[in-house]
C-alpha cells in the first residue's frame, strides 16, 4: 500500500471509482433513493428508452407530498403519490407507498431500514440526502438529470470535492442539542462557508453525539453550502444497525464491522479548510431572518444587517430573540422528526398546553408507532397538540401544510427561506425542545428556564 | 441539451445574495411536467404580490424583454436540489447566470440542462450588476468559446469554466450516451465491487 494519507470520504471515493474520463470519475452508487420528485427522471429515462440498471439497489418512499391529515389531502398529493406508484412499480422497484409500515420520510425511513450503511455511496434527488453521511456513507443531493443517469447507469459523473474538516470539542451545554450546533456553526461560517466541499465532523464533541443527533448534524450540512457531511463510524453507529431489517446479519455482519472498522482518514490527511468549534460556546439557536445563516442566541438580539429579510419577518433591529411573538408551531421532518427530538420536546410539553397550534409529524411511521406504544404520542395529545401522519408536512409545504401569510412558526425544519412554509411565512428555526417551549408560551423562550419532566423510562425501547 | 455558443440578449440584475431554490420555482408549483414548462412561475413570489399583480419594484418587472442573462448575489441556487429551478430559469429565456459563486448542486444541474453559470469576482460581478441595474435590459453579448462576456460599453469580462462544462455545453453533449459507451468498465467494476463487498447489498430477506 503506497498511498498518501486518505481522508474517509476519499478512500470512500477510490473504493467506488469505475473509470476515469476527462478529469471526472465515474462512481458506483451503492443506493439510490427515490420521492415523489422522481418523475422527472422517470420521464427521461423513458424518452432515451434506457431500462433501470440495478432495481434491487434502488428504493423508493413516498414522502414530500404525503398528507399529515387525510382531509389536507389534494389532486396535487394524489396525483404525485400515485405517479411515483406507477413508475415505480413500472420498473420493479421496492417503493414505501401510503400504508406501509415502512415509510416515512425518506433520510429517516431509509436508515431505520438498515439501507443506509458505511462505506457506502447514497445518493437521492434531495439535497438533505447528506443526512445519511452520519453513518459514515458519502451521500449527496443530486437534480433530475443525475437521477436519470443513476437510474439508467448506477454510477455518477463527479470530480471529487475539496475537503473540510470541522472539528468540534468540548460538550454541548445542558439544553443544547445537535440543532444548536448546526445552526451555531452556520451563523459562524454562513451558508457559503463550505460551498461545494466534502464536510467531515471530528473531535470530541461530535463522537459523544448518538446517531440520532449526527444525522440532524449531517443533514444541516447543506445549509452551509456543503456537498455532504460525514462522521467517521465507531462502535455507536455499529450497535445502530445491528438488526436493522436489510442490514447484513450474522457472517456478512462480521465481514460488514471488519470493513467498517478501517473507515477512518489517515492521520497526516490533508484538507483544504479547517473549522475548529469549541462547543462550550453553543447556545440554544434561534433564527430571525430567511435565511439559516442569520441565526442568534436566543439570549441575543436581532441584528441590522439584513433590512430586506426584517422586513419580510415583520421584526425590528434591536429586539430581543427571546420573547417574539409566533402563532404557530412545526416538529418534525427530516431534520428533528426522530424519536429522540419527539423526547425532547415531550418532557417540555408534559404537564404544560399548548399556546399556539402545534403540529407534530413523526419522520417515519415506525416512529410514530414507537412514540404510540411507549406513551409520547399520548403526551403531545394531551397537551393539545396535533399528532399528524408522517412525511414532509410543514418542512416543505407542498402537502396540504401550510403556514398562513404573516404568520410566525417555530419550527424545527431546516430552511427559514422566505415561502418555505406558505406563501408570506415566518419561519424560526431551533431545536425540537425550543419550539415546545415555544408552543407553550406563545413567543421565542429559553428552554433552559423551563422545568422540564423526567422522561428517561421511555427512552430505552429500539425501534 | 441545446448547445451553447453565443448568446446575445437583455441583461438584468437581481442584486440579492443567497437567491434560493424557493425563491426560483415555490414547492407548491413542482408538480408540473418538463413540457408544461416553468417560466411563468420563476421567482413567482418574489415578482407578482398575493393577488397575482406584478409587483412594479422588482428588477425583473421593470425589462422591456425577458433577460437572456441574470447578475445576481453570492450563493445562487442555494438550498434544494430541485432542477426545476434551473426549468424555471431556461423556459424564462435565461441562458447565462452571473453570480459571485453558487450552490452546488445548483450549478451541476444547471450544466446538464444547457443553463451557463458564471461566477465572477466580486468587483467585476458588482461592476455589471451596477450596470445592468442603472440600465435593465442592456444588450449583453456572452460568447463561451472565448469566455467573455461583453455588456455594451463595459470592458469585456472574462471568466473562468470547467473545461468539460465548457466542451458538453458547447457541444450540447448528453451525459447518459457518453456513460453508456463505458458499459464494459461499469459491468466489470461491479462484478469485482459486489463479490467483495456483498454486505453492500440490501438484504432481501426482509421482502
Known amino acids: 500500500m503506497t498511498h498518501a494519507p486518505r481522508t474517509l470520504v476519499q478512500k470512500i471515493w477510490d473504493a467506488h471509482r469505475i473509470v476515469t474520463r476527462n478529469g471526472a470519475d465515474l462512481l458506483f452508487v451503492d443506493r439510490h433513493l427515490l420521492h415523489e420528485g422522481s418523475h422527472h427522471a422517470f420521464d427521461k429515462i423513458a424518452a432515451a428508452g434506457r431500462p433501470v440498471r440495478h432495481p434491487e439497489l434502488t428504493f423508493g418512499v413516498a414522502d414530500h407530498y404525503a398528507p399529515s391529515a387525510p382531509e389536507r389531502a389534494t389532486e396535487a398529493t394524489v396525483t404525485m403519490i400515485e405517479r411515483l406508484s406507477r413508475n415505480t412499480a413500472r420498473h420493479a422497484i421496492e417503493s414505501f407507498d401510503i400504508g406501509d409500515t415502512r415509510r416515512g420520510i425518506v433520510h429517516v425511513a431509509m436508515p431505520e431500514q438498515g439501507l443506509t450503511l458505511p462505506g457506502t455511496i447514497i445518493v437521492c434527488g434531495d439535497s438533505h440526502t447528506a443526512t445519511h453521511g452520519a453513518f459514515g456513507a458519502f451521500a449527496f443531493g443530486i437534480g433530475a438529470s443525475e437521477v436519470a443517469h443513476v437510474l439508467a447507469t448506477q454510477g455518477l459523473w463527479q470530480k471529487q470535492p475539496p475537503m473540510m474538516r470541522i472539528t468540534v470539542e468540548g460538550a454541548l451545554p445542558a439544553g443544547t442539542t445537535a440543532k444548536d450546533l448546526a445552526l451555531h456553526i452556520i451563523g459562524t461560517i454562513g451558508t457559503g462557508g463550505a460551498t461545494g466541499h466534502a464536510v467531515e465532523y471530528a473531535g470530541a464533541a461530535i463522537r459523544a453525539l448518538s446517531m440520532e443527533a449526527r444525522m440532524t448534524l449531517c443533514n444541516m450540512t447543506i445549509e452551509m453550502g456543503a456537498r455532504s457531511g460525514i462522521v467517521p463510524p465507531d462502535e455507536v453507529t455499529f450497535a445502530w444497525l445491528d438488526g436493522r431489517p436489510m442490514a447484513p446479519a450474522g457472517a456478512e455482519r462480521a465481514r460488514a464491522l471488519e470493513a467498517w472498522a478501517a473507515l477512518r482518514s489517515d492521520p497526516g490527511a490533508t484538507y483544504a479548510r479547517e473549522v475548529g468549534i469549541d462547543a462550550a460556546h453553543v447556545a440554544p439557536m434561534v433564527t430571525w431572518g430567511t435565511s439559516p445563516e442569520h441565526v442568534a442566541p436566543v439570549t441575543g438580539r436581532v441584528p441590522d444587517t439584513q433590512p430586506e429579510a426584517l422586513d419580510y419577518m415583520g421584526l425590528t433591529a434591536g429586539a430581543p430573540v427571546d420573547g417574539i411573538e409566533i402563532q404557530r408551531a412545526f416538529i418534525g421532518s427530516c431534520t428533528n422528526g426522530r424519536y429522540s427530538d419527539l423526547l425532547a420536546a415531550a418532557a417540555v410539553l408534559k404537564g404544560r398546553q399548548v399556546a399556539v397550534p402545534l403540529l407534530v409529524s413523526p419522520g417515519s411511521e415506525a416512529v410514530a408507532r414507537r412514540a404510540e406504544e411507549t406513551g409520547l404520542a399520548g403526551i403531545f395529545r394531551a397537551a393539545g397538540a396535533e399528532w399528524g401522519a408522517s412525511g414532509c408536512s410543514l418542512c416543505v409545504s407542498m402537502n396540504g401544510d401550510r403556514v398562513a401569510p404573516g404568520e410566525r412558526c417555530a419550527s424545527t425544519s431546516n430552511r427559514n427561506f422566505r415561502g418555505r412554509q406558505g406563501p408570506g411565512a415566518r419561519t424560526h428555526l431551533m431545536s425540537p425542545a425550543m419550539v415546545a417551549a415555544a408552543a407553550v408560551t406563545g413567543r421565542v423562550t429559553d428552554v433552559r428556564a423551563l422545568p422540564r419532566a423526567d422522561l428517561s423510562a421511555l427512552e430505552e425501547t429500539a425501534a | ?207
Open chain 2, 1 to 207: 441539451m441545446t448547445p451553447f455558443t453565443t448568446v446575445t440578449g437583455p441583461g438584468a440584475a437581481l442584486p440579492r445574495d443567497n437567491v434560493d431554490t424557493d425563491q426560483l420555482i415555490p414547492a407548491r408549483f413542482m408538480k408540473r411536467s418538463r413540457t408544461e414548462g416553468y417560466g411563468d412561475q420563476l421567482l413567482h413570489d418574489l415578482r407578482f404580490d398575493p393577488e397575482g399583480r406584478p409587483r412594479p419594484d422588482f428588477p425583473l418587472n421593470r425589462l422591456p424583454a425577458p433577460p437572456a442573462l441574470l447578475v445576481a448575489g453570492a450563493n445562487f441556487g442555494c438550498g434544494s436540489s430541485r432542477e426545476a429551478a434551473v426549468y424555471a430559469l431556461w423556459d424564462h429565456g435565461i441562458r447565462t447566470v452571473v453570480a459571485s459563486g453558487f450552490a452546488d448542486i445548483f450549478r451541476n444541474n444547471a450544466a446538464r440542462n444547457g443553463l451557463l453559470t458564471v461566477a465572477l469576482p466580486e468587483a467585476e460581478r458588482a461592476t455589471l450588476c451596477a450596470w445592468l441595474e442603472a440600465h435593465p435590459g442592456a444588450e449583453t453579448h456572452v460568447d463561451l468559446e472565448a469566455q467573455r462576456i461583453e455588456a455594451e460599453r463595459l470592458a469585456p469580462i472574462a471568466f473562468d469554466i470547467d473545461p468539460q462544462v465548457k466542451r458538453r455545453l458547447l457541444l450540447g453533449l448528453d451525459e447518459l450516451s457518453e456513460t453508456l459507451e463505458e458499459e464494459e468498465s461499469i459491468a466489470r467494476f461491479e462484478a469485482a465491487y459486489l463479490a467483495a463487498t456483498p454486505w453492500a447489498l440490501p438484504r432481501t430477506t426482509a421482502r
